[in-house]
């Protein structure tokens, strides 16, 4: 299957085509930057010469329409929503790894994303690829919003407590750090490497956008509205994101216990891996691959469950569930192209 | 006035000769290193190489006391109660940079730190040195523990609210992170440099040996007992902490309220900086100096107030406060021999 | 067919296993490490949890010859030569990563080994593996010694223009850096993180083992001794190496003509990248990967050609290398198993 | 003596704040900065908070010339040269950081910095302040050309063994390694931490501005021309530069003769230390000092002379030399203000 990339100087882009080089089934055959139009994505990117030929080209939508199958989008935000419609109606597949169809609410995309939302049927369309919470739904999908890092990283930490009922929903307190990658290549002074080395930081607390995507989720598996606390820190390293998370028990039980229901529960997934008693997953543990790696500890001096929930930000964050997501659509093998291990160290 | 350094060979050593070399009224006449004796100090640390001269000594309890006035315990934890007393015995003033004499409570000390407590009658003469805190009763000490670093980053954030009954005490939960160079320079994989590079780890969840420190300075401010929430973590960086302090309010009220409060609490305090609405520090903001940086923000959203308290570890979470105490045993203007600026970039 | 990995807990191993659990003939069957021979490897190794389900075995070579066809020695130096005459003797091929089967001479070896050479009649059955070098000798071997991290990116660089006579053999001066990986999982202070980070170093100047290994090469391709300065280092990063190489040309010539030259001398493979004209690769550009990478510069103002040659050390300079060498030695396509991008950013 | 710094929101301002506030003799009265003026300058550099109180300016010759009677550049290249005139035609002494008086031919100069060198008179005046070789000329300096990084490290570590005639100088090559620090705080690609961390660069090959400059001082010292072979690395650091230089010698000696030589040529130079025989130093021993620390190596083998001289860039390659410049151009003590140890680790 021929698929194009949109966005190609990004980091989502430079992701897909690592994985996409080794799958068995699809094939980039453009890719689309404004930008660099007319450069070879190797003169952008020099790790890629010999192995990606293609120039990039300017977007011409009755084109791509008839080339490919399926587009990824690895744009900044509020730029899919303009382009995503026009190509659903020519039958094209889309996955989306920006925010822009990922919330249902207007009022909540205006205020968190600064503009309007997306126009509503396509919202309505727009599946939440979350893979090993909406599989069957993404089975069907023809749009396709893939999750943000630090959702992905914190709801398959939490999905498990929450949908067996042994939280309190409103105690939900989430610590997360990220590697650098995550902001992305746009250039500025709290990434530029000698403010960033060496250095440990905190920002948008309490106003990040993906406080209401983590809200959404939780909020629909649990059937009541939930409200958390989510704060985001950077790390000087590039990649991994780490949430460490907290919940008021209902009941204390064993880690073991907990530990059990999570195997359990995350049985059929094969990129999510629960670690035994005793051990907590770092991030280098997933660094490079589609793993999100989960540890557990259930503190009985304050009756708390303290989760730990690592991933790496640019593959099951990112570019790696956008591929998750495209062989569930398609009814491939879910781990097609993507079962590298780590790299470690 | 003359002192003597014991435990020569660790970082809280190398430190503490930094910020002594420049005092105007200190002088190092010793360094104690039982694994290193007869070794020159510039030997083990090549960056000293000229300057400091020293070479490093067995203990001789005698020959310190009566070539110096003070002497300041850089060793791993269970060392310096052996030590102490005598010295105390012999009129000789201590500053313990080890967790040894800083838990009032055998039980909760052999439960942490895996052996028996000091001697009661030292244990009750031991001053806890939180400088900002404990100001007036350090004046009178000749033996002093000085605080950890999480407690120390983290119980500056707390105290305001606390002291003022701005929170419900029992809803503490401290989200901190670490640079490496708490670990100190003992070998192990963890902090083996392929291993820890390009990571971020969760540690010790529910167990550190801070939390009882931690704990027993708020409970002893709010006179009750308080249990606190604490997740340690280590950053792929040499020096740093951040505490991240997430509190349930009693009442609202905006972040430019606390902020004011911060700042009068912390007025006559020269190493306590409170940042403006909308700035939260970062470590390297305070790297290499003595400053505790404190950010605050209070979501309107959830009730929580969240504290952000920064520090370098090896300077105000152990060396610089070491001498910082000093300065105030001996009736010296507090900053002496401190006054640096932070290092950046 | 199946194969064994000797030291099994080094990084050599691990990166062994990344390569070969995607490999589409080769099945490892065997772990083997003296020092945690019955745990499972991913206990050791965190990230391989559920991927990797082998238990370490202490070696059995009666066993080994039984059940496997090729066997890698990822071991220190000094371990293989005891082992590998007995396998061999069996039938069973050996690739070996270390150093014990590389040099020709006894006293050479003794003197940067400190050792006893391997029996004399398996040195001369050793070939060394410069897969771009010595491909029809590798078709043949059974007794692999896979070239040093170093003497890859630097014989690779220095190949063409020695070659092709248009340099001063005698002239030939190496500056090399390397990711700290390279000196493996065993604990020191030089590669503590707390003393590694923010730190480069030079260390074994004109005196590291890699020294007779380069000049054994180069001086059997130009036909005369050759004596090279090479000055390693090693850069506070995991992986990546790069050999700034100055050589004396006989004769000036335009930078684009040694670049023409480069890419005719390596066009059959597939693992050498020549950048263009002003154009300099850098070592993340081969992070991950088992390609070299090199760039040129012909500096009219001194008559010298500079050449700078990029690998990750773990790969084209150990591990991938090996497995492109079990390639060639099976008459499998060279990449099989090695096809993939470089991971960046 | 009040002073003022021009180029506030630099990493040269920043360092020389830092020194300047420790300093017993010099006051900063004045930042000016063209792009931030009407700001404070702790809003830029938050570290500085409560201890650094001005305001940012723009340029007033005039005021200037009444308020202060020193003036510190540290501007980019082709600044300088437009405001120093006038100052020092108003008898305020002026320190440039910068490279704009440091070159002595305007071929060079417009080859290297693209554009016309300063007005020849002031060229002519101009002191270049390499403090210990040139100590006597910067006493009578009134305009003093600070140094590059690069040169300070690289000069300092060849000059012994050329002034003695002890090696051929036509041999010299300088393969050197900077931190990023070095780069500035203008943002770009080459420096953006997801891009830099974990990255091993070349750069600029045979086209640094810092050649010329090298060859000025080698060749003023030979009295003959000098061409030397330079090639720059950008490290994943922040501070710190390594010049590894290789000279031929006209005659083989002892590692310990040239150390003695080394030894006996610095004895008068408190920032210049030389190491043992057996140690080389590496970057982090000089960590935020002004010192240079040098280590040798006498290669018998290929009869060359392998000398590594560290620096911290920021300090000894910038401000710390510029503010030892002042102090022997006042007649100060020449480490007034700069005795702070190296920050290890």
């Known amino acids: 299957m021929d ?33 660099n ?25 009755d084109q791509l329409a008839q080339e490919v199958e399926l587009v990824f989008f690895a744009t900044p935000s509020n ?7 026009a190509l659903i109606d020519k039958g094209i597949k889309c996955i989306d790894l920006s925010g822009d169809f990922r919330l249902q609410s207007p009022e909540v995309y205006q205020q968190y994303y600064g503009e309007e939302i997306a126009p509503q049927p396509y919202i309505e369309k727009a599946v939440y690829g979350l893979c090993e919470t909406y599989r069957e739904n993404i089975q069907q ?6 999750p943000g890092c630090y959702p992905t990283a914190t709801t398959l930490g ?15 307190l989430i610590d997360a750090k990220t590697g650098v990658s995550g902001a992305g290549r746009g250039l500025s002074l709290n990434v530029h490497f000698s403010e960033m080395n060496e250095n440990f930081k905190a920002y948008k607390i309490g106003q990040h956008k993906h406080i209401p995507e983590i809200e959404q989720t939780l909020s629909s598996v649990a059937n009541e509205t939930i409200q958390v606390t989510f704060t985001p820190h950077i790390v000087p390293m590039t990649r991994g994101i780490m949430s460490t998370i907290y919940v008021d028990l209902k009941e204390h ?37 589609n793993y999100c790696d989960i540890g557990l500890y259930a503190d009985e001096r304050t009756g708390k469950l303290i ?39």
């Open 3 to 35: 698929v194009a990339i949109i966005g190609g100087t990004g980091y989502g882009a430079v992701e897909l085509l690592r994985f996409l080089q080794q799958h068995p089934y699809a094939n980039v055959k453009k890719i689309i930057s404004h930008s």
């Open 37 to 61: 139009s007319g450069t070879d994505f190797s003169d952008v990117y020099q790790h890629t010469v010999e192995v990606v030929e293609l120039q990039m080209e300017e977007i011409d939508i």
């Open 79 to 85: 730029v899919s929503k303009h382009t995503i419609p």
């Open 141 to 146: 999908a023809d749009l396709l919003a893939n």
């Open 158 to 172: 939490i999905l498990p407590v929450l949908e067996r009922d042994l939280i309190d929903p409103q105690t939900i």
């Open 253 to 289: 039980q064993s880690t073991e216990a907990f530990i059990d229901l999570y195997e359990r529960f995350y049985q059929q997934d094969p990129f999510v891996r629960v670690r035994k008693n005793g051990v907590i997953p770092s991030t280098k543990e997933v660094w490079g691959s």
């Open 307 to 345: 989760i730990v929930s690592v991933i790496d930000n640019l593959v099951k964050g990112a570019s790696g569930q956008a591929i998750q997501n495209m062989n569930i659509m398609q009814g491939w093998e879910e781990t097609a192209g993507l079962h590298t291990l780590p790299i470690y160290p």
